[in-house]
Structure formats: C-alpha cells, structure tokens
C-alpha cells in the first residue's frame, strides 16, 4: 500500500511552513524598522483580502478589481509569448540546422538579446500606434530569446546516431523533421519557452506601467499614485504568485515531453 | 603442421560456395579523412573483398583498424577516397533500403515504441505499402524476435538485448538483400550475446539464407560461430586486409559442440595468432614470480 504521508513529504511540507515564516519574519522586520511606513504583514492582508472579496468589480476605466488586472496581464503576456514563440521555434530550428543560418543569425541574437524591454518600447509605438500593441510587442521581443537559443541549442546539439538512423533508412525531409528532430529538441524546446515565459511575466509589470490603462503594471502604478502600499504589496505577492504558477506549468509540460527516464 | 599449410587444408572449396553470385565487391578502397590539424588520416588502404549472396562475413581486427569505417563504406555512410562498393550491381553513393545496418548503440528512437520504431523504418523504405501491409510486416517481424508483446514500450523500458533485438526486427523488416551489422553484441554480457547469435541465425535460416550478413566484431568466438569467412584487418592507420580465413564448420552450428571440433580450435589458434602477438607475461619478457 502506497503511504499518504512519507517522511519526507511531511519534511517538505515544513521546509515550506518553515520559508513562509522567514518571508513574514523579515517583512515585519522591515516594516518595524521603517516605522509602519511599509505595512507589515498583517496591514497587508486586510487589504488583500479585501480586494479579494470582489475581485471582478468594474466601476469604470481607472477603477477595476484585481481579478479583471491579472487576466487581462495574463492574456496579453500570453499573446505576446505565443507571437515570441511563433518567431523563436522556427528561426531557431532554423539556427540550429543549418551552420550558415547560426553564422548569420548569432551575432543578431547576440546584439539584440540584452536590450531592455523599456528600450523598444518606443518603437512599438511607433508601429503600432496604440499603447496594447507596444506592450504586446514588447513582450514577444524580449520573451522570444531564450526559446530561439534553446531551441537551437537542441537541434544542433542532435546525436550522430539519430542523423544515420535517418540516413539509414531513407526517411523524408518531413519523416526526419516530424519522428527524429523535432522530438529529440522538444525538451530543449520547452525549456526555453519555461525561460520565456518567465521573462515575458517579468515585462508585462513594466511594459503596463507605461502603456497604462489596465493590468497588474498598471494597477501597482495607480496604487502607488494612490499612495497605498498595501495595495502594491498584494500585488507583488500575486505577481510572484502567477509567476511560480506559470513556471509550474512550463514545468509539467517539460516533464510531460521528457522521454529518458520514463 | 605449419599455420600456412592448415590455412589450405581449411581453403578447400566446399561444393556450391564457389558459385554463388556476388552480393558486395569492394574494390580498390581507400578511404582517407581530413585530420583535424593538416594533412590527411587514412583509414583503410588498398582494400578488396567480394562477398557472396547469402553469406556470412565477420570483420575482425584491434580497435581503431577501421573496420567500422569498411562497414560505412559499404552501408554508404562514408565515401571512398578512392575505389568503389558495388552492391547487387549497383556503385553505392550512399545508404539504401537494400542494405540493413544495425548500429553498435542500437540507435532506436528513444521517443517513440518499439513498434514505431520498427514501423517508421518501414514506412519511410516502403511508402507503396498500404498501412496494414506495413503493419502486417511489422508484426511478423517483431513476432520472429519475440518481442510482439513488448512493442508498446519505450526503449528506455528494454534490457540491451531486447534493444538490440529491435533493431535487429528494424532491419530484417526493410527486407534488405544486405545486413549490415556494426559490432552489434558488444555491449551485451555473454549469456544475451550468446542468445543472441542463435535469434541471428535464425531469422537468416528463417529466410533462406538468401541475405548477405557482414558483421564487425573483435569477438574472435562470435566470429567463429557466425560466419562462413572471417575477414582479419592489419592494425591502422592505413589498415589493410591480413588474412581472410575460411571457416568450414558444418552447419547448423551447435555452440556446445563446435568448440570441441578440431577445426574450429585449429581456425580459434589462427585467429589468435593473427591478432595477438603476446599470450603470456613470459612473451613480454617478464619472468613468473610465484
């Protein structure tokens, strides 16, 4: 009979009782030192529950519950990553396939990576006009790099043994393509989306704060004008929160593909 | 009795060998890589070798004679520098459906079954087929290794042999005239290695004995076993053919009972002398201590 309870999920368990207690310690730590000018944890959570309460409320442009923030932050995180992604999968099968598509296209991936989202930021404006596509585009131009890398990564890094097994038996462009190597890149391929997606949750706060008007950035920029800390606090631990969701998620997929060790 | 003299006893043609139609005529091959620094490696040298339908041909030599790089150059795999492979009649100029391999790694596809794995070979060599002909024909051969009931799983969930075994169906399932078989049993304990040369042999009897096997090996036993001639290699670089020694056991072979044969322990001390120089420390010029 399989135990419910083994040492160590109980162990971990603690170990995760144990971390959400230091977390507190420390913020109420701060928030004494700083004289309460920082709401400690216990300020914080009669406003998040609060918020909490009625989270999809619509009382106009500027007054939206928490709930309508998050999802509209999760919906264009998503299409910003699924445009990245779009670009990053092909390209960097590309990359990694052929040695003069990586002579070409690294030293652009090289020069483009490190820019900051903030930076194009402008440029989405200019090309889209509107405020949604630049936060849109800004997503997908800084999320799509770590697939583009990894999956390139994978398909370069494919065994000698998988090619001949191609050659071996004769298989089509479209049979190697489809049965040896995208198969053997998709793990390479999924973690980079896992980096990504990571990133592109990273921009969506800052990328808001700019464009304004609705989403999670948006909502820790009118807290702040708002002057309630509690609010922003809320929303960092719900950012982080999604975050690790999302990362959960990624992971199961990633675990999900994985054909060694099955 | 001098090991030149037993060689020629042992060369005496056997009635029909002699006139089986070619199968593989290397000739003149010489195959040469560009070193990693300057200049160039070569391999193999000078090699010429006729092998007939339906025989079985061991390659055998030290590790790093190029005897895998003969092999690709009969599977297509690697091109020769110089000379040509004809194989059924046609100049190889790279792999085919009409020859076989089975790699030394087993080189199954980790991600899909072992009927996929089977069943993609198939389908890419044989697109006229209709789906259940393929399926038909991956069944049965995956039937004759014994591993029909274990085809829904993964290649990590298989010991070696039953890796190896499917690989084995993967080949045999392509139908080609030519087997090519690249040190296939090394990373198997004796006992499956064993087991393995009678599921071989099997399959070949199975068809006739109309397919052509070449195997490379540093087994001196297996080869032995297996083949109808062992074809030894000098040392490389720039490998040559040493000796190609017939070997006229009767068959079906009995694993148990050939070894007592005393051709087969005349044919095991040639083999040894060819490829050892030293069989005890006294040869090294040490002296016992007890």
Same mark, same amino acid.
């Not at chain 1, 207690?21 to 913020?27: A, I, R």
């Not at chain 1, 483009?112 to 800004?138: C, D, M, N, Q, Y």
């Not at chain 2, 005897?67 to 059924?88: C, H």
């Not at chain 2, 006229?248 to 070894?259: F, H, Q, W």
């Given at each position: ?156 890094? &494919?065994?000698?043994? @998988? ?6 038996? !004769?298989? +089509?462009?479209? =049979?190697? /393509?489809?049965? %040896? $190597? ?31 008007? &609705?989403?999670?950035? @948006? ?6 004008? !708002?002057? +309630?800390?509690? =609010?922003? /606090?809320?929303? %960092? $631990? ?25 | ?290």
């Amino acid at each position: 009979m399989k135990k419910i309870f083994s040492v160590s999920g109980a162990l971990s368990i603690a170990y995760f009782i144990g971390s959400i207690l230091l977390l507190l310690g420390l913020w109420s730590l701060v928030s004494a030192f700083t004289g309460q000018e920082i709401p400690g944890p216990a300020a914080t959570w009669t406003v998040f529950y609060e918020m909490l309460q009625d989270p999809f409320y619509d009382y106009g442009p500027n007054d939206k519950g928490i709930g309508i923030q998050l999802w509209s932050s999760i919906k264009r995180v998503f299409s910003g990553f699924f445009i990245g992604s779009l670009v990053a999968i092909p390209l960097g099968l590309l990359m990694g396939a052929s040695k003069t598509g990586m002579r070409l296209l690294n030293p652009l991936v090289q020069v483009l990576r490190p820019v900051s989202p903030l930076a194009w930021f402008p440029l989405g404006l200019l090309a889209f006009k509107a405020s949604e596509g630049a936060t849109v585009f800004i997503i997908a131009i800084t999320s799509l790099w770590p697939t583009l890398i990894n999956t390139a990564f994978g398909v370069s890094s &494919i065994p000698q043994d @998988f090619r001949n097994v191609g050659k071996a038996f !004769g298989f +089509s462009t479209w =049979k190697y /393509l489809t049965k %040896i $190597l995208i198969p053997y890149a998709l793990p390479h391929i999924i973690t980079g989306l896992r980096l990504s997606i990571g990133i592109a949750w990273m921009v969506i706060v800052a990328g808001e704060m700019l464009s304004g008007g &609705i989403g999670i950035g @948006f909502f820790v920029w009118d807290s702040w004008n !708002g002057l +309630s800390l509690e =609010k922003i /606090l809320s929303a %960092i $631990l719900i950012i982080g929160i999604v975050g690790l969701l999302l990362d959960k998620l990624f992971n199961a997929l990633q675990r999900f593909v994985a054909y060694e060790g099955k | 009795m001098t090991p030149d003299k037993l060689v020629d006893i042992l060369n005496t043609p056997i009635p029909g060998k002699t006139r089986r139609p070619v199968s593989i005529d290397v000739k003149d091959v010489t195959i040469s890589f560009k070193a990693s620094g300057k200049g160039v490696f070569t391999a193999v040298k000078d090699i010429n070798l006729s092998i007939g339908k339906g025989e079985i041909v061991c390659i055998i030599g030290h590790s790093g004679c190029g005897k895998s790089t003969l092999m690709n150059a009969i599977s297509g795999m690697v091109k020769p520098s110089q000379g040509e492979v004809i194989v059924d009649g046609n100049r190889v100029t790279g792999p085919g459906p009409d020859r076989g391999i089975v790699f030394q790694n087993y080189s199954l596809l980790p991600w899909l079954t072992v009927y996929k794995n089977v069943y993609e070979a198939v389908d890419a060599v044989m697109p006229g087929k209709s789906a259940k002909e393929k399926a038909e024909l991956v069944a049965e051969n995956l039937k004759m290794v014994n591993l029909y009931q274990h085809k829904d799983k993964l290649p990590g969930q298989l010991s070696g042999g039953m890796k190896q075994r499917t690989a084995i169906a993967r080949a045999f399932a392509i139908n080609p005239s030519v087997l090519l078989l690249d040190e296939p049993f090394g990373a198997l304990d004796a006992l499956t290695k064993a087991s393995m040369h009678i599921e071989l042999l099997k399959l070949w009897n199975l068809d006739h004995r109309s397919k052509t096997i070449v195997m490379v090996t540093h087994d001196i036993e297996e080869a032995i076993f297996l083949s109808d001639r062992v074809v030894v290699m000098s040392d490389g670089p720039a490998a040559t053919i040493r000796e190609i020694v017939d070997i006229n056991l009767p068959r079906p072979r009995n694993k148990k009972d050939i070894v007592h044969l005393p051709e087969y322990m005349d044919v095991h001390d040639r083999l040894l002398n060819l490829l050892i120089k030293n069989f005890s420390i006294e040869d090294e010029g040490v002296e016992y201590q007890p």
